[in-house]
């Protein structure tokens, strides 16, 4: 099925306002939601609630995009940087329908502590799925990435961006693999 919409969530302590997500919007030929959580909305310094309520949050918006689209779920497209992310990753894991995934800046582990994790989901996921990351990522290194990637089913692409971090500074480079990655989905 081609994807007919897209759904981007933001990391940690990001929004909707993220310069990629504005490109990848006015690049998409399909309409893009760039959602902030709740959380976000209530105060711009809180921190994110447990990922589990995050989790939630995603498939009530992913319900509620899709119904007034007049599209099915499984049409959609979802996927965030980092934390949100993560959390999409999570709820397409758990059984969330979707087309594919897109992940920016996975997440892998928290800096500095590679013994923490946060993989174990991903060999469940059943869905194209496109990752995103910088090569000095403290988030996780190209290598890990790479490793844990292959643990997915389902067809993956994978593009490591050179010298650059978390909060990779070619915009137009990551929009560019998005959109051109979304429209190849049939």
């Given at each position: 099925?081609?994807?007919?919409?897209?759904?981007?969530?933001?990391?940690?302590?990001?929004?909707?306002?993220?310069?990629?997500?504005?490109e990848i919007e006015r690049?998409?030929?399909?309409p893009v939601?760039?959602?902030?959580?709740?959380?976000?909305?209530?105060?711009?310094?809180?921190?994110?609630?447990?990922?589990?309520?995050?989790?939630?949050?995603?498939?009530?918006?992913?319900?509620?995009?899709?119904?007034?689209?007049?599209?099915?779920?499984?049409?959609?497209?979802?996927?965030?940087?980092?934390?949100?992310?993560?959390?999409?990753?999570?709820?397409?894991?758990?059984?969330?329908?979707?087309?594919?995934?897109?992940?920016?800046?996975?997440?892998?582990?928290?800096?500095?502590?590679?013994?923490?994790?946060?993989?174990?989901?991903?060999?469940?996921?059943?869905?194209?799925?496109?990752?995103?990351?910088?090569?000095?990522?403290?988030?996780?290194?190209?290598?890990?990435?790479?490793?844990?990637?292959?643990?997915?089913?389902?067809?993956?692409?994978?593009?490591?961006?050179?010298?650059?971090?978390?909060?990779?500074?070619?915009?137009?480079?990551?929009?560019?693999?998005?959109?051109?990655?979304?429209?190849?989905?049939?």
């Amino acid at each position: 099925m081609k994807p007919r919409g897209m759904i981007l969530f933001h990391g940690a302590g990001g929004n909707r306002e993220h310069p990629v997500f504005l490109e990848i919007e006015r690049l998409s030929k399909i309409p893009v939601l760039r959602h902030n959580f709740s959380y976000r909305q209530a105060s711009a310094k809180r921190p994110p609630p447990k990922i589990e309520k995050i989790v939630e949050e995603i498939v009530q918006v992913s319900i509620r995009f899709a119904e007034a689209n007049g599209i099915p779920q499984s049409s959609l497209v979802l996927g965030g940087r980092s934390f949100g992310g993560r959390a999409a990753s999570m709820a397409i894991a758990e059984g969330l329908p979707s087309r594919a995934l897109v992940l920016l800046s996975y997440p892998l582990h928290p800096p500095g502590k590679i013994e923490s994790l946060r993989v174990n989901h991903l060999h469940r996921i059943r869905r194209p799925t496109i990752f995103i990351s910088g090569d000095s990522d403290p988030f996780g290194s190209p290598e890990l990435l790479e490793q844990y990637a292959r643990t997915i089913p389902s067809k993956v692409e994978l593009h490591i961006l050179e010298r650059q971090n978390h909060n990779p500074k070619e915009i137009d480079v990551v929009a560019g693999f998005v959109t051109k990655w979304v429209q190849t989905l049939r």
